[in-house]
């Protein structure tokens, strides 16, 4: 989807075609680039180098980090919860606590994906 301007660009409204356009240059993160791989993923891929949009790295280090590290952001709201004796933070979802509880794992990870983004991206 990265080809096609309409999905990297922001969308502005032309007042003087009274429409919707699309026009700007993407950023390198939406363009291919070539990345040399390893020795060690060399010998058993057999390809020197791979083409990549740069914002797939970023995709897939996120979506790693995500995954491993979700489960500790629940983790850290069950703590946060016993040190303060509450068993849920709320009675919205009986037996399943509040919103809060079904998102508890998000606190940590809005975190440190905002500083994914300022210190990497940005």
């Known amino acids: 989807m990265s080809g096609w301007r309409y999905f990297v660009c922001p969308v502005e409204f032309n007042n003087h075609y009274n429409r919707f356009q699309v026009d700007c240059e993407p950023s390198e993160l939406f363009q291919l680039q070539d990345y040399a791989l390893p020795s060690v993923l060399e010998s058993f891929t057999g390809w020197t180098t791979v083409r990549l949009y740069p914002f797939q790295i970023h995709s897939i280090a996120?979506?790693?980090?995500?995954?491993?590290m979700g489960p500790f952001g629940?983790?850290?709201?069950?703590?946060?919860?016993?040190?303060?004796?509450?068993?849920?933070?709320?009675?919205?979802?009986?037996?399943?606590g509040g919103i809060m509880d079904r998102f508890d794992c998000q606190y940590l990870l809005a975190t440190c994906v905002y500083v994914y983004i300022a210190s990497f991206i940005r």
Do not use: M, V, Y
């Not at 629940?74 to 399943?96: E, Q």
């Open 74 to 96: 629940g983790f850290f709201a069950s703590g946060f919860k016993r040190a303060f004796k509450i068993k849920d933070f709320a009675n919205t979802i009986p037996g399943h």
């Open 62 to 68: 996120l979506s790693s980090f995500a995954s491993i």
